[in-house]
Structures are given as C-alpha cells and as structure tokens.
C-alpha cells in the first residue's frame, strides 16, 4: 500500500511535491536516501498555482460528496428553471444580418446611397436599387439545351408569362394581381426587355435583329446581358443564339402594397413548383427565397439532435459498461450524458431569458457541447478508478477532484476563452454561436463538478456497499461453488487489484502500457512519426494555400432545393456580365466647368480601365446631358445656367435619379464582366475600393456601391477577423497553460500542438471543399479550444509522472490518459457525425471540421506530442551541485524501488489531506528487517495521525 501511495504521489497532476508522507519517510532514511528523493522532488517546481488549486478541489470534492443528494437535486432545478426561457425562442435568421460583417463598409455605402438617391416609385430602374429589391424571377432553358431564339420556345414563353401576370392574392377581401402591383416606369409595369424587343411576338423573335448586350430599338436602350444567356453572336454582334432567357417581375416596395406583394410571391412559389411543361426548363427564384430556404435549416437539424443523444449515451454506456457486477459504470455514464444536456438547457434557456438573438448556426452548439460533456466524464471516471476502493468514498472523490478538476479546469476555460474571443469578431453568427456555445460550457463544467459528482459519490457508496449495478442488492465479492456459474457470472462482484487497491485496470488501459506505449517509443517507430509529421505539415501547408474565401449564398439553401437549381443555372448561362456598379461623387462639384468636367472624365476613365469593366456600357447623366444640352442650343458653361437648365432636361428621363440637386452628389454606373466565383468577385471590390479611395486622395470624393457588395464585404474582412481570434485566442491558451501546467516547456508544448492542429485543419479543410466563411470560422475558432485540451491532458500527465525517463513518462501518461482522449475523441465525433448526413451546407460543413479537429486533436494528442516531448526530456533536467561541489546523481530506478519497497513494508497510509496514519506499533515492532526505522519511530510520541510541517510541504 504504501508503495502505491508514494507512487501516486509522483503521479499526482501538477509538480511533484514534497507530501506529507515524503516528510515522514525522508526522516526515517539514512541520509544517503533522504537526499537523492530531495533532488527528485525538489525539480521542475512551477505549481504555485496549481498547487492550492488542487488543495481546493479536494476540499470541493469532500463537501459535494458529503452532501450528495442536495448537489443531485438543486441542479435540476436550476436547469428546469433556466430551461424554461425556451418560451422566448425566436431564431434570428436574417442572412445579412447574420452572415454579413457587422460594421461592412458596404453597409455605409448604402446609407449614402439611400439618402441621397432615393427611389422614384413612378420610374422604377433596376439598375438604380439600393437593395435587391421585390422580385420574382424565371430562367428558362430547352429541355434539349438547343437555340431557344425560336418561335415555337417563344409562344411558350410569351404564355407563361401571361400565366404569371395572371396570378392572384386576395387580401382583405380585394383581389390582386402582378398588373396591380408591379414595380412602374412610365406609367407601365417594367418591363421584360425581350418581350419589348419582339413587341410581345413570337414571330418576331426570328425576324428581329437583337444586338448583344445592348439593343437600341425606338430610342430606347435594352440591356440584355442578364436577360438573355449562353449566347453566340456573330462578328456584328448581334444574337445568332442562346440557351436561356430570364424574366424578371419586379414588385412595389412601399409600406402599402407590401404585405400583397409578399402573398403574390408566395403565390407565384406555389405556382412554379406546380408548374408542368414539354420543351423547357425552369428554375424559379424570388427575393423571399434564400430567407424561407435558409429557416428551412433548422427543420432538418431537429430530428438528427435525437440521433445523436442516442448514439451518445450507447457509446458512453458500451465504453464504461464493465464485466463486474458492482464496478459497472453504465448508470454514472448516463447520467453524465444527461448532466451535458443539462448543459445545453440551462444556458440556452438563460441567453433566451435576457434576450440573445438565437442564430441557426447555434443549432450547431448541443452536438458540440454533447462531446465535451462525455469527454469530461471520461476523465473523472478515469480518475475515480485510480483511488483506493478501501477509503472512504469522501475521500475517494476529494482525490478524484485533486487529479481531474484541474486537467477539466484547464480545458473548460480554454474552450470558453477561445469562444468568448470569437464574439469579438464581425459577424453576428459567429457571435451568437460563440456566446452560446462558451456559455453552455461553463454550465457544463457546473454540472459536472456538482450534479454529476454528486451522482459519483452516490454510485461510489453503492460499490462501497458492494450492491449489484442493477438491483442494488448486496452481492458477495467472490466466486463460490456454492453457487451455479450463471449466478457467480451475475450475481457476484466487487473485485479490485490487491497491489494497489484501485479498480482493477480495464484492457484498453492494458493495452496503452503494455503494447502502444513501448510501440511508439521505440526508436524506429519514432522515425516514422517524425515522418508522418512531415508529410501531414506539408500536405497542411498545401491545402492553406488552396483556400477560397467567402460563402456561397446558394449553399445556405438546403441540397435539392428550388433555390440551387436557379443558382446553377445563373452560374451557367449568365456569368459574362456581373453587378451593374454605381460610382457616387460625394460632394458639390462644378459640373458646369469644361476643365474640372474633363478631370472628372478622366477620373471615372480609371474605372473604365480596370480589366473586368466594359468601358462600352459606362452610363453617364452628365454625358447625357452635356449632349442633349448642345443639341437644344442650351449654355451650361456657368452655374446658374447649368443648374436652371438640368432638372429641366432629367425630369422626364431615368438619369433624375441620379442627380441630388440639393448636396449636388451624383452617380454614374459602370459595367463589370467576368466575375464567375468568389476570387473574382473579392478581386473586384479590392480594385473598385482601391481606385475609388486614390482618387478620393487626389481629385474627388467618390465611393462605389452595389447591393451585392454587402455579401462581399466578408472576403474583406473574414481572414482578418480568424487570424486574429486565432492569435488572440493561442496568446491566451499559452498563459492559462503555464499558470496551470507546472512547466513552461510543456506549456510551449501545448501552444505547439494549437499552432500545428490549426494549420493542419485550415489546409485539409480547403482539400475537402470547404471555403472560409462565417460559417468555418466558427470551427477554426472551436478548433483552438479542442487542440488544447488533447495536448493539455496527455502533457500534463507527462510532467507528473514519476518515472525517470522520458519514454517511461509517455508510456505511463499515455497509460492514465490514453484510453480517456480517445473516448473523448469518439464521443465528440458521434456527437457530430449525423450532421454528414445533413442537407444542409452549415451543419455538413461543421461536421467535416470538427472531424479534422477531433482526428488530428487525438493524434496530436496519443502521437505526436508525446514522441515530440520524449526528444526534449520535460521535466527531466539533469542533476544540480551539490554545496560540496560535485555533481548531483538523479536517483536510479533502482534506488527509487528500494525506497518505495521499505515503506511499502512498514504500513504507513497517506489520507490524501496533509496527514500521516501512523500503522499499529505493534506491526512496526514485528518488522524485524527494518528495526533501525522501526526504533526511530518508537523513539517519537506516537499519536494517531501526524500533520507535517508546513514548510516542509
């Protein structure tokens, strides 16, 4: 026993330290022995915090313990309490206001916009919005994917767009149709520039010749490049064919039609998924659908919650299920299972209480929180079967507490400080899900100190007393023949190692000692880690520089919605001609001067310049009106002219909108083409803001807007926003590790393994398809808290062992933690794996990141680190200098067994809290081979138990 003891005492998370058994034995060795287990003790001192924290933990496991039904039942309450706060669930879903940079420039640049070019409802222009507006739209392509320039496509077309102008909402009693609620210019619907080409027929289709991308017809000016798509023109550029043609409905947007214009959309939804035809294809769209698509979400992740509490608790109970009859922990894994969703409730429930917006990428939060409740249990399961049967279960506990409550501390705050640094970044989903998420943990860590403890010690007094896991019956602890086999298989139990007086060791721990552990430090094995490392950093280094940024707003609709269809088909055939840019002059400029007009000119030829701008279609009022002007013989070369005569000439035309007669701003529009995925698109805001900001430095005040780059705000801001979690997030791990960890390089250690695991995740995730975005940003910030808490266990577990070597300290950590991390990474991967099975983009995308953050945790973890901290010797500092001079010897194995051998003979029993039971006097007297000790002790009052001198602690 007392072998085991000293043991333990080496063994004990933190420093080794000087116990209070230490003291009594040191005084009892010659003075040879005394001074060699000094050098041993004395190393690698950096506890001082740990050191009362783990003081402090006991005391907290003895009085939850002493007091288990009231920690069992209180929590409930609280849970119950909290979890009522469900009643004010009301999911925040908007997806700008989710999954759009808080503070975009794009959103200030829409501000300007709206206030100084306000929308003229009697001359309704597309191209003028500010917002994506109310539309409904078609694209409509040939089933055989041939010319649909046809008359025979066209009467079909030209019919289904009567059926569509013929849809009817009845609100309130009156009857409406698009015709009474369209979006107007001229006092008539805006029309569909194809339908007006052709004069709304068919025949003319054939007979008509449709320049591209731009059409003149009556004196009117058709822009056709996202009407008509998949085109060939011949060397005049007029249309020889095409493969599709979009039609687009747009609705009023004022307070008193809107709610109408909603039902009519939803008509029109209902009407298009009904919709039967021959010789074409259509995907329709309206600007309700990525909002009703994306609530759609959180429908499909509801059932797979269930699913996955199931596949916990049947992994958490098959993994601590065992043979004996009293030693099961099959009720303990379940409770803690339900202590994790006690989690979800309660802080779920409190957040909803004070009114934090509930995204639906928080829908993500209690598969997570479902694996890091069951990792922790692992652990405190683990340690519980380290302490001696024997004691009493108060005891039992405060040593559970002293060994796991700091490994649990270390991960809990480095989870929650590594969520709570991800609501500093700009997007309201990553906050919301931060929050949540961090929140949730700390209940998690509540519950598990308290209700789960409390359970703890409620099964430890049923093992105490030796009743069955079931019935709870008292059972005899060993086999009989008085009994039949069936009834010593069952009904008997209680069994433990009598060397060391825990739990018998489960083969899975076996097997970490006996065979992984010698495996992977043997030599060659460690070559080929070393290897394997230097493949999986390369292929990791790869994959960065692979990565896209920015999310694909198709991929929040789930897979096989209408939505996808109409986004692939606009990829498909409408892809030449991108957003349609405003650039607004900000302030007063003096128009009417021929010199500032020409820098003017010149100013915006930079625009026009730019590789992805069509110069050709650069549409300018100033231009208009400096032309009709002259044709009229009006003079505007001074200021009062010019000003008299421009709203005259813009009043009947689109270009009034453009002017804000009042602050004198004004905008142009220019034309971009080829932007066909997100690195084009990031490219050309950069290059748009870029030329805008120069010449607002040097000639005039300019700022370039489209509705679109509110969603490509995100490129600007989304890697700067995760490189600095990151950094911020790996600078705090690193301080909680060395004020929790007693020892700095070990420390390094684990802010190693956060740097490694980090790249490896950000590189693989672009080798599986998954780009940069709100939405993985969430992982990579989950992945700093994750990466530690692997590093942090098997690290720990190494600077504490007692053993001499650097392979025998991995071998041992990974003996106490090896079988724990992996249950833990396979709790958390179960937790998430249904997600795979999702339809939607963001609940797939979590669960292919938290799959590599959990394999290449646990391989860091069981792997990596430990042949990496073998090569560096932590904790394993050769000897010091003795006063005399000479060179300190570290005790040799040998020594350290002699030692332990001695007292393991002479009975003393360390009670965990500071104190020495002294063995009976009688039993010391008896001890013949070790008389000089026993003499020694009889030459001391005896007393029952001895508290040590503090300072020798």
């Given amino acids: 026993m007392g072998g085991n003891i000293l043991a333990k005492q080496f063994r004990y998370y933190g420093s080794v330290r000087i116990s209070a058994l230490y003291v009594i034995q040191v005084r009892a060795l010659c003075e040879e022995d005394r001074e060699l287990i000094l050098r041993t003790m004395e ?29 069992f039942i209180i929590p409930m309450l609280i849970s119950a309490g909290l979890g009522a706060g469900f009643y004010f669930l009301k999911e925040a879903n908007d997806i700008e206001d989710q999954f759009t940079p808080v503070n975009g420039p794009a959103k200030q640049e829409r501000s300007f916009i709206k206030d100084n070019f306000p929308y003229n ?104 490049g996202t009407t008509v798509g998949g085109v060939n023109v011949d060397a005049s550029g007029f249309l020889q064919s095409a ?48 909002q009703q698509e994306m609530d759609r979400n959180t429908d499909d992740v509801i059932p797979l919650f269930s699913i996955t509490y199931f596949l916990a608790i049947t992994f958490s109970i098959t993994s601590c299920m065992r043979l004996d009859n009293v030693r099961n922990k099959v009720w303990v894994a379940s409770f803690g299972v339900i202590s994790a969703g006690m989690a979800v409730l309660s802080s779920f429930g409190m957040l909803l209480y004070i009114g934090v917006p509930f995204s639906m990428t928080v829908s993500n939060a209690p598969f997570l929180i479902l694996g890091i409740g069951v990792d922790d249990m692992f652990i405190m399961i683990a340690s519980w079967q380290q302490t001696n049967v ?86 005899p602890k060993e086999h009989s023949a008085e009994f039949s086999k069936g009834y010593n298989i069952c009904c008997t139990g209680g069994a433990y190692d009598k060397n060391t007086g825990a739990e018998e060791i489960q083969p899975i721990n076996f097997f970490f000692k006996k065979y992984y552990g010698p495996f992977l430090t043997n030599s060659f094995t460690k070559v080929f880690v070393v290897l394997l490392y230097a493949g999986f950093l390369g292929v990791s280094i790869y994959g960065c520089f692979q990565i896209k940024e920015g999310i694909d707003l198709s991929n929040l609709a789930p897979d096989g919605s209408y939505v996808a269809d109409y986004y692939h088909d606009e990829k498909t055939y409408f892809t030449k001609y991108g957003p349609n840019v405003m650039v607004a002059v900000k302030e007063k400029f003096p128009y009417w001067n021929n010199t500032e007009r020409a820098r003017l000119k010149k100013t915006l030829e930079k625009f026009d310049n730019l590789t992805f701008i069509d110069s050709s279609l650069f549409l300018s009022w100033l231009d208009y009106f400096v032309t009709y002007a002259g044709l009229i013989g009006v003079d505007i070369s001074n200021e009062s002219d010019f000003n008299a005569n421009l709203p005259l000439i813009l009043q009947s035309t689109y270009f009034q909108q453009d002017v804000n007669l009042t602050n004198g701003a004004s905008r142009f529009f220019i034309q971009t083409v080829n932007i066909t995925d997100a690195i084009a698109e990031k490219n050309m805001l950069n290059a748009l803001r870029a030329t805008a900001e120069e010449e607002s430095t040097n000639n005039v005040a300019l700022l370039v807007y489209h509705p679109a780059f509110i969603y490509y705000d995100q490129y600007a801001v989304v890697v700067e926003n995760t490189v600095q979690n990151i950094i911020i997030a790996t600078v705090a791990m690193l301080v909680i590790s060395l004020l929790l960890i007693p020892s700095p390089i070990c420390s390094l250690w684990v802010t190693f393994a956060i740097a490694s695991i980090i790249v490896g995740v950000a590189g693989f995730m672009a080798l599986w398809d998954v780009n940069l975005d709100s939405i993985s940003m969430i992982n990579l910030i989950i992945c700093i808290g994750f990466s530690v808490d692997f590093s942090a266990h098997i690290s720990y577990a190494f600077v504490s062992s007692s053993k001499s070597s650097a392979n025998e300290k991995a071998v041992e950590a990974l003996f106490a933690l090896g079988y724990p991390i992996v249950q833990g990474a396979i709790s958390t991967i179960l937790g998430v794996v249904v997600l795979s099975a999702s339809s939607s983009y963001i609940f797939r995308t979590f669960f292919k990141i938290m799959f590599l953050v959990i394999t290449f945790g646990m391989v860091h973890g069981i792997m990596f680190i430990p042949v990496f901290m073998t090569f560096f010797g932590c904790c394993n500092k050769p000897g010091k200098v003795n006063n005399d001079g000479g060179q300190q010897v570290d005790p040799t194995n040998e020594q350290r067994n002699r030692t332990i051998a001695i007292y393991d003979n002479m009975g003393y029993k360390d009670n965990g809290f500071g104190e020495i039971t002294f063995p009976p006097v009688s039993k010391i007297g008896n001890l013949s081979a070790n008389a000089h000790y026993a003499d020694d002790l009889h030459k001391r009052p005896m007393q029952e138990t001895f508290h040590p001198d503090p300072d020798c602690y």
């Avoid at 222009?125 to 392509?141: H, N, V």
């Avoid at 068919?202 to 004196?219: L, R």
């Fill in 390 to 475: 024997q004691d009493d279960v108060r005891d039992r506990m405060a040593h559970t507490y002293k060994e796991a409550a700091i490994s649990i501390t270390i991960t809990t705050l480095t989870d929650v400080l590594a969520f709570y640094i991800g609501t500093m970044t700009g997007f309201r989903s990553v906050q919301s899900f931060c929050l949540y998420t961090g929140t949730a943990i700390l209940f998690c860590y509540f519950y598990n100190i308290t209700f789960f403890s409390a359970f703890m010690t409620l099964n430890g007094k049923r093992e105490k007393s030796n009743r069955h896991w079931l019935t709870c019956r008292k059972v």
């Fill in 43 to 71: 190393r690698c001192r950096t506890d001082c915090i740990e050191k009362p924290l783990s003081r402090l933990f006991m005391k907290v496991g003895r009085f939850v313990s002493s007091y288990p039904i009231w920690f």
């Fill in 243 to 290: 493969q599709a043609i979009r039609l687009y409905y747009y609705l009023e947007e004022d307070t008193e039609t809107q709610a109408k214009a909603t039902l009519w959309l939803e008509a029109f939804l209902s009407f298009s998924a009904n919709l039967s035809v021959q010789n074409t294809t259509i995907s329709h769209f309206t600007s309700l659908s990525r």
């Fill in 121 to 224: 409802m009697s001359m309704f222009s597309s191209q003028r919005l500010y917002t994506e507006g109310t539309f409904a739209s078609l694209i409509i392509t040939l089933t055989n994917k041939e010319n649909i320039l046809t008359k025979e496509a066209f009467e079909e077309i030209i019919a289904l767009n009567k059926q569509i102008q013929e849809i009817s909402v009845n609100d309130g009693g009156k009857t409406s149709t698009f015709l009474n609620l369209c979006a107007r210019a001229y006092g008539q619907c805006d029309p569909n520039a194809i339908f007006k080409i052709i004069n709304n027929n068919a025949s003319n289709i054939v007979n008509t010749k449709i320049k591209f991308p731009q059409h003149n017809a009556n004196g009117q000016i058709f822009f056709l």
